[in-house]
């Protein structure tokens, strides 16, 4: 029944040991593992995926990177410890102890590996784990579950509003063999809690890698988490990362997933906003150079009246890169009073590179404020030509205004340290990146 | 004209008008003046027939009929004309379209010949003139883009072009400036005569520097507490609403 | 007053005249599809050989094929043995002779719209191909348009009378193997109409088609060719009705038009197909492939269609911008009441230089209706300083029914400029309010309110089709508000 190759794959996969291991946990790992034979990898003929062909993945096998070490200066770099974040570090899956203590957090506030759960964490695992994450949306997701290796838990109780960050770094590091990790997170957040929690991967240019992360989210009533999303991996990476979230009435979440890194990366979040009043907020930028190519997708479930989702997703591409987006909003029956709106904008600045967005509205009820806009274009030649009357170099003007462009994600990113790796990060792509520097700051 | 006996409304369920009289002769110009909150849009939608507006007690007669067992297009024939608070906007649909259509309901209703377009045009031109609608107003849809301003002023050209018996006017000062004011008010005086009545709803004195009733009512709290000459008016721009809810407790 | 309604009535109508049937006796081959039924209509046209062979050609194409899934639809799946694929009137006489004898319910939709059955007269200016069933039954003012070389006739006359030119673009923008139901179609069309404007010719009159279903468990599959030459210019015109009846009948038909260079096809439909019942029993699945190939530089194709009725309707009037600074427009009305579903919208395939699209979609839901938007813009590599403007807005009367929008972007060159923006509203009760507070009948407010929604569309139709549009969308929407 089920392709040799996907059981190939699954046989030689070498990743760090199942973690969670726990009893309680197998049979939901039986069960990802039988969904993921009987539906392999997606393929284009999947619409979920007509724009992303995951071949190259499909046909590489994975094998442990454990026994290679990540370079220390790889990690500092990525690192939100010295900003002031209380970070775990997890190194080719697995977890590593830091060097410096990290911030305490409050009292009752869990934020640990998977790993070190003891039995009454466990019985909070087990409460929520494989609860947000459908292992029968694609492939990826049931092979995530099959073969989840550790991660962090976080766990916020009622009332507990955490101030210091949570970082969440994993790093990886290619052998002479590709290496594979399928990172799985957990994040609770009880009544009224809050918290702001930032994922970063990030790993070395000179291998192949794939890194198949999951994270769930369960926002109680009321709570608010601030959640970033950085894919910062090496250059000939694949990367999936799939967010998926459930909120409570009232609560709300706040997304920033940036994806820049990566040579096949996809970036999935689905938020179900499942009780009256429940918000989301969505913002994101991809940049894709050369061979790059990035997939985005969203969707968010108004399944309750009153409630709201606002989304705004930015990209710039060049060279031979290729975007997707892919954004869809369904309005539940009687989910009356909902609100949702969705911008995509792109920038395309090379004929060598191409842009498939697809922003979708399924919309079953009839007292709804619903709209998105998607848009696809070059630099504002009006714009471009009113900064040269200015004096402005050419060159100058057109990084400015891409820079511009970005900047728009950009500046709602509420903590400052990611604020400037992004700045950093993307104006440095540009041509005269230190010219423009002075024109932002 | 109108009479209104110890009228009760309620909406959500919750009372807001609690036994309002009111009696308005024909060509007379009442004002209905109160604080944020006391009932007086509510008068006024009610009079109109909005939805949700539920008469749970008293009666509302006009031109000797009972009012509340009438639609409100039906009301609109009869000559009951409310110039809205906020004027919603209807993309796609003419500004002159709706007006025609409303016209011709009205002549339909009293008996009287449709207008075709060539009439209908002459009518609508002479009526700008009133309230110096600007000329591009005829191709634009119902008030989309129109400012605040221009919004009432269409109000008022409406009612100017459809010629109600009983005009309801809510508010229709508020976000006017003093020359729109001018202009709006203008129009309404040279369209009072002795068979039209007017009811004013207002929260300021001002517009009745320009348009004099002949009777200010004061409503508090879903009731008539006040009613007297225009001098009221001035009373209360000068002492507020207070007294008049001291003197009634 | 719809002109080519008026013609399609009174061709009914002159056939009333002599005796009566209830049903027209058709020429109805049993019901079931092989390669036989291919050859007998084939035989039953005297068609060449050529033609022979493209059918069967396409028919194993077809035999391999599976139906689509991908469409926000749902209905059984067809039998397509079931269907008869072959229906003609036995003769012009035989025809309905009597106005008693044509559904009353029919009859009271016409009255809505406006036309008045009994007193029918040629209006000049439309000239009509009407197929009843399978076959085209007459072709008006075939004279005047000899004479400005433009020829209009049936399919089938056009493969006796021009084969060449048949053989030449029949094909060449809707592929036999294009898609499932354009596959079929390409197996076993009947008839449909061919239209030649040859160059630096405008077409002097409106061209018109009237498409009507009537006989029982028959498929419709006709297919519709238009060529326009260097620098000519038409405008076609498309109407489609069918009686009611309590079963499914499918019609899969295909329209295929060539601009060359410096000319302008504009294509209205006004599609009333028998939607089904208020319960959704019965009605049409009208699942059509339209599509224009912009061959030429400075071309244009305008599609303008307002789709009111169908069970189900699965289309999507395309243009393939291949010449240099050609055109492509899609203005679009779909409602969807009851239980219809529509699944409809547009493909602007961007080849050539300067070439620009425009998009505008108006999708009406009520009922327990579904209503979806499927559009894709397609920038090629090759087609530098592309635009395209796409408006998607969806009116929702009632909270059972649906409306969905998913449009596909696709850009491979950088200096293009593609631009999406969706809305989706309802008819609130503020608006409803003020209208009947000036005097208007809610019934009539929704009218006017739904009408002034559609607007950007209707002032696309030719004036005697946009009056027709508005009228039909009032008889479609009755009772859904209020």
Redesign the interface.
């Known amino acids: 029944m089920s392709d040799p190759a996907v059981h190939e794959f699954l046989e030689s996969w070498r990743g760090v040991t199942p973690v969670p291991g726990a009893p309680w946990f197998a049979p939901q790992r039986a069960a990802a593992r039988q969904a993921f034979q009987a539906r392999g990898f997606p393929t284009l003929h999947d ?1 979920d995926w007509k724009y992303t062909d995951v071949r190259p993945i499909a046909s590489r096998r994975f094998g442990s990177g454990t026994e290679t070490g990540v370079d220390a200066g790889l990690t500092a770099a990525a690192s939100f410890s010295a900003a002031g974040a209380h970070e775990l570090l997890f190194l080719n899956g697995q977890f590593a102890t830091a060097a410096d203590p990290a911030p305490a957090l409050p009292a009752g506030v869990i934020v640990m590996p998977m790993s070190r759960a003891d039995a009454r964490q466990n019985e909070s695992l087990a409460a929520h784990l494989g609860r947000y994450a459908d292992i029968n949306k694609h492939g990826f997701l049931a092979l995530n579950t099959a073969l989840a290796g550790d991660g962090a838990l976080i766990f916020i109780p009622d009332n507990v509003e955490v101030t210091i960050p949570v970082s969440l770094l994993f790093a990886s590091a290619a052998g002479p063999q590709p290496t594979g990790t399928c990172p799985r997170n957990l994040i609770i957040l009880g009544r009224n809690a809050a918290a702001t929690v930032i994922e970063c991967y990030t790993g070395t240019d000179d291998g192949e890698y794939l890194t198949n992360a999951v994270t769930e989210v369960r926002l109680g009533a009321g709570a608010r988490l601030e959640h970033y999303r950085l894919q910062q991996e090496g250059k000939r990476a694949y990367h999936l990362g799939n967010l998926s979230v459930q909120q409570d009435q009232d609560s709300r979440l706040v997304s920033h997933a940036f994806a820049l890194g990566g040579a096949l990366a996809r970036n999935e979040i689905d938020v179900r906003l499942a009780a009256r009043g429940a918000q989301a907020v969505l913002n994101g930028l991809y940049v894709a150079g050369e061979r790059q190519h990035l997939d985005n997708h969203t969707r968010i479930d108004h399944e309750q009246p009153h409630t709201t989702s606002a989304e705004h997703y930015r990209g710039v591409l060049t060279g031979r890169a290729r975007a997707v987006f892919n954004g869809k909003v369904v309005v539940h ?2 989910a ?1 009073k909902s609100d949702a709106r969705q911008v995509n904008a ?1 920038l ?31 630099l504002d030649d009006n714009m471009l030509f009113y900064l040269r009357t200015r004096a402005i170099p050419a060159a100058v003007a057109r990084s400015l205004l891409i820079y511009a462009f970005a900047e728009e994600v950009i500046q709602p990113i509420g903590f400052a340290p990611i604020r400037a790796r992004l700045e950093q990060r993307v104006l440095g792509r540009l041509p005269d990146a230190e010219v423009i520097r002075e024109f932002v700051q | 004209m109108l009479e209104i006996k110890n009228l009760h409304v309620a909406v959500d369920g919750k009372e807001i008008l609690k036994g309002v009289n009111l009696h308005v002769r024909p060509g007379e110009v009442h004002a209905i003046m109160g604080p944020n909150g006391s009932g007086k849009s509510t008068l006024a939608n009610v009079l ?4 949700g507006y539920v008469v749970t007690k008293g009666e509302i007669n006009y031109l000797g009929r009972d009012l509340t067992t009438l ?3 039906e ?3 009869e000559g009951v ?2 110039a ?1 608070q906020y ?2 906007e ?5 500004n002159i ?3 025609k ?2 016209l011709n ?2 002549r339909k ?1 009293r008996g009287q010949p449709e207008l075709d377009a060539v009439e209908f045009l002459a009518l609508v031109r002479d009526r700008m003139g009133l309230v110096k609608m600007p000329e591009d107003f005829m191709s634009r ?2 008030n989309e883009g129109f400012s605040g301003g221009e919004k009432k002023r269409n109000e008022i050209f ?1 009612l100017a072009v ?1 010629e109600p018996r009983l005009a309801i006017l809510d508010e229709t000062d508020s976000g006017l400036d003093i020359d729109a004011l001018r202009v709006v008010a203008d129009g309404v005086n040279s369209l009072r005569n002795p068979e039209r009545s007017l009811v004013l709803v207002t929260h300021y004195q001002r517009l009745l520097d320009y348009i004099i009733p002949d009777q200010v009512h004061v409503l508090s709290d879903g009731r008539i507490l006040k009613s007297g000459g225009k001098e009221l008016a001035l009373e209360l721009e000068a002492r507020g609403y207070d007294w008049v809810r001291a003197a009634a407790a | 007053m719809s002109q080519p309604n008026r013609e399609i009535e009174q061709l009914v109508q002159r056939e009333y005249e002599h005796g009566f049937v209830t049903d027209i006796e058709s020429d109805t081959v049993p019901p079931g599809l092989n390669e036989d039924t291919i050859r007998f209509i084939s035989a039953k046209k005297a068609e060449p050989d050529w033609l022979l062979a493209w059918r069967l050609e396409a028919f194993r194409t077809w035999q391999k094929m599976r139906a689509p899934n ?1 469409a926000h639809v749902h209905h059984h799946p067809i039998d397509y043995q079931d269907i008869s694929y072959y229906s003609a009137p036995r003769s012009p006489k035989d025809g309905p002779q009597s106005l008693e004898e044509v559904d009353p319910k029919l009859l009271e939709t016409y009255a809505k719209l406006g036309i008045p059955l009994h007193e029918q007269k040629l209006l000049a200016g439309v000239a009509v191909d009407a197929v009843f069933d399978s076959v085209s039954v007459a072709t008006t003012f075939k004279g005047k348009l000899a004479e400005a070389g433009v020829i209009f006739c049936s399919f089938s006359e056009a493969v006796q009378n021009h084969p060449e030119l048949v053989r030449q673009y029949l094909g060449s923008v809707v592929p036999m193997g294009d898609n499932f139901y354009a596959a079929l179609n390409s197996a076993v069309f009947t008839d449909g109409s061919f239209c030649y404007i040859p160059k630096h010719t405008r077409c002097p009159m409106e061209l018109s088609t009237y498409f009507r279903i009537n006989a029982a468990k028959t498929g419709q599959f006709e297919r519709t060719l238009i060529v326009a030459e260097e620098g000519s210019h038409v405008s076609y015109l498309e109407g489609c009705t069918a009686p009611m009846r309590d079963e499914n009948q499918l019609h899969a038909a295909v329209v295929e038009l060539v601009a060359l260079d410096n000319a302008t096809i504009k294509y209205s439909t006004v599609q009333n197909w028998y939607p089904g019942d208020e319960n959704g029993v019965g009605g049409i699945y009208n699942f059509v492939t339209k599509r224009g190939d912009c061959r030429g530089a400075n071309s244009r194709i305008s599609w303008t269609q307002v789709e009111t009725g169908s069970a189900i309707t699965w289309k999507y009037p395309s243009c393939i911008l291949r010449g240099e600074n050609s055109v492509g427009e899609f203005y679009s009305v779909a409602v969807a009441n009851n239980y219809q579903q529509a699944d409809t919208g547009t493909k602007m395939i961007h080849i050539g230089r300067n070439t620009r699209s425009t998009i505008v979609s108006k999708g009406i839901s009520a009922g327990h209706g579904q209503n979806a938007y499927r559009g894709l813009v397609r ?1 090629a ?1 090759s087609a530098a300083n592309a635009r395209n403007h796409t408006q998607c807005d ?1 009116l ?29 509203s ?1 008819i ?4 409803l ?10 019934e ?1 407010a929704v009218n ?2 739904v ?6 569309v209707f002032r696309e139709l030719p004036m005697e089709f946009a009056v027709e549009a508005q009228k039909l969308l009032g008889v479609t929407l009755e009772g859904a508000v209020g």
């Open positions: 619409e029956k009687d009356q792109n395309l600045l090379s004929d060598d590179a191409e842009v498939d967005t697809k922003p979708e509205l399924e919309i079953y009820a009839d007292d709804v404020k619903c709209s998105h806009g998607a848009t696809i274009g070059r | 109109a027939g909005r939805d639609e409100p297009e009301r609109a024939r004309f409310l809205f004027p919603v209807i993309p796609g649909v003419n379209y709706l007006l259509a409303a309901a009205i209703h849809s119902v409406q459809l | 991908w920038i590599k969806s929702l009367l009632g909270d059972r029914c649906g409306a969905h929008t998913f449009p596909y972007m696709e850009t491979k060159n950088s200096s293009a400029i593609v631009e999406h923006e969706a809305t989706t309802r609130g009760d503020d608006q309010f003020y209208c009947r507070q000036r005097g208007i009948a809610a009539d006017m309110i009408n002034g929604f559609c607007k950007e």
